[in-house]
């Protein structure tokens, strides 16, 4: 009999996604779930048990996730004894942030036990409680709160690189080495839709139709061209760090925007494509999977361990 992993959810800016995974001989997506987040977090608590409701499963764990510019993730070395580690691992932390380390969580995780080389990880408290307040009122139990770019690394093995276009910010996730690297651009899809409001002088809803539609086609066109050459020189940026990407998975909220993946071939001369994770074989709406691929990497983060 199989048995389903604990749910992988992601909170996005726009839109809250659910996945449910279970667990044979490998991960296998069964059932997900959408909602449009709301405008008021109040709401949040009971759109998250209606969503929980729509897959019809009674597994309650869950895990989520932070990214940048909430979190940071990197690899640090703490050659000291066990007791003073914590010590190690806060001082480390305190010269890479630019606020009072007080206000930050930091965790650590071993990597490499003979060099004492350590996972980092630093996220501000704040995100962490905003993130976390809407569960107690929820049956839903958090058991973990993973990094963006280690689920989408889970979801998507196959590729060099994952491009995440959100809504208001973009983040380039690079495979290479221990850990995966990160580059966030405060840029994203609501930045074209903005512009297509402006160009063709049209209410939000009906820019966003549009765009989803027919892409930037005569309106918006100047947004997207500014966040391709964003995305460009992120590519170049971890190509003189790590060597060269060659295929790039699509991913989020933007990365449905007609003839996308022609425009970033184009301009980076790399493969982009819209991925499909591979826990999403023979899953149901599989159509969707690229909007689902965050919470997918999430839903196997206990298969990974």
Known sequence: MNRTLPLGIDIGTTRLRIVCTELNTTPRVCAVAARDVPNTSELLPS???????????????CVLSVGM???QLSSATLKTEEGGRSRAAYAQARCRVDYPIGDAVVRWHAIDHNHDVYALGI????ALRAMLESFPATSLRVIAIDHDSLALQ???PQYDAVLDIGHARTSLHRFSGALPMTICLNAGSAQMTKQIQGDLGIDQRSAELRKRTYGVNGAGEAALDRLIAEIAAAVEAFER???QVQRVALVGNGARLVQLPVQLRRACGRHFELAVPVVFANAPDEGASADFALAAGLSTWSAAE
Do not use: F, K, M, Y
């Not at 759109?47 to 764990?61: K, P, S």
């Not at 996220?123 to 704040?126: D, G, H, I, Q, T």
């Open 123 to 126: 996220v501000r408290a704040e």
């Open 241 to 243: 760090q790590s060597g």
């Open 69 to 71: 510019p909430h979190a």
């Open 47 to 61: 759109l998250i048990v209606e969503t929980w409701d729509q897959l019809r499963t009674i597994e309650r764990r």
């Open 154 to 156: 889970r979801a998507l």
